[in-house]
């Protein structure tokens, strides 16, 4: 492997160099990306399976949602669902607490480069990704961050959506939304967009599944394999002991 190396977006030593692991990410345990670990690979290859091939994935699963977005004539997908955040981008930030604080979102284009609201001072998340194009923030619309200016950040927040869907789509108006805040919503009415569902445009882009993908379901499923002997396990011994009406609690 030593011809595959690549450069560094690093702001500290930008020529630092790393060579790839076998999934095709750099093999650097400095960086910020997620990845298998050496035991990971070594349990593939064992088993004689492919390892993904992660840019390659990344660059299907965002073309299988522009797909969608092209087939329902929308200027664009705007997703908040940390689950379909990742899809899309592959970027992970504090997903429970994403979860429940709607401070993340991304916009995807009929074509091109995915535009991604991260929380504040959160860049280098997501800088090893091309297909991100650019990071921006101001997400959040909910009171718990935004207090009695909720309104008005909304407003923000659907100007910019507004300017993204003229830049790729010129005059359509139809946006492809999965999950948003209420006083979003009504901010991207109140600016004349036709809000769809986006949930139907993700879900069919994740029906269809190529090789690559299979192979890196597989692999997920192997590496959680310790965990689900160990949920099986305390399940076998607690139902023995369950009665109909009982508190589970009391029976682990």
């Known amino acids: 492997?030593?011809?595959?190396?690549?450069?560094?977006?690093?702001?500290?030593?930008?020529?630092?160099?790393?060579?790839?692991?076998?999934?095709?990410?750099?093999?650097?345990?400095?960086?910020?990306?997620?990845?298998?670990?050496?035991?990971?690979?070594?349990?593939?290859?064992?088993?004689?399976?492919?390892?993904?091939?992660?840019?390659?994935?990344?660059?299907?699963?965002?073309?299988?949602?522009?797909?969608?977005?092209?087939?329902?004539?929308?200027?664009?997908?705007?997703?908040?669902?940390?689950?379909?955040?990742?899809?899309?981008?592959?970027?992970?930030?504090?997903?429970?607490w994403i979860a429940h604080n709607q401070a993340r979102a991304c916009f995807v284009p009929p074509e091109g480069k995915v535009t991604l609201w991260d929380f504040h001072n959160c860049e280098h998340l997501s800088a090893h990704l091309p297909l991100v194009g650019e990071v921006r923030h101001g997400a959040s619309f909910f009171y718990f961050e935004t207090?009695?200016?909720?309104?008005?950040?909304?407003?923000?927040?659907?100007?910019?959506?507004?300017?993204?869907?003229?830049?790729?789509?010129?005059?359509?108006?139809?946006?492809?939304?999965?999950?948003?805040?209420?006083?979003g919503y009504a901010s991207l009415r109140a600016h004349g967009v036709d809000v769809l569902e986006g949930q139907l445009l993700t879900e069919h882009a994740r029906a269809i599944k190529n090789e690559n993908e299979l192979g890196q379901c597989v692999a997920q499923l192997l590496l959680v394999r310790p965990q689900l002997r160990k949920c099986a396990t305390s399940c076998a011994r607690a139902f023995p002991r369950l009665k109909c009406g009982q508190n589970c609690m009391l029976a682990t």
């Open 147 to 183: 207090g009695d200016h909720t309104e008005q950040a909304a407003a923000v927040f659907a100007d910019q959506v507004l300017d993204l869907m003229r830049q790729y789509a010129g005059s359509n108006k139809r946006l492809a939304v999965d999950k948003i805040e209420h006083i």
């Open 1 to 96: 492997m030593d011809d595959l190396i690549v450069g560094s977006n690093r702001k500290i030593d930008p020529s630092r160099r790393a060579h790839l692991k076998s999934d095709n990410t750099p093999n650097d345990n400095d960086r910020v990306e997620i990845g298998p670990t050496a035991l990971a690979f070594a349990e593939w290859e064992n088993l004689g399976l492919s390892t993904p091939n992660m840019p390659a994935l990344r660059e299907y699963i965002l073309g299988r949602l522009q797909e969608q977005i092209r087939q329902h004539d929308c200027a664009g997908l705007l997703l908040f669902d940390p689950l379909n955040i990742r899809y899309a981008t592959d970027t992970t930030n504090m997903q429970i």
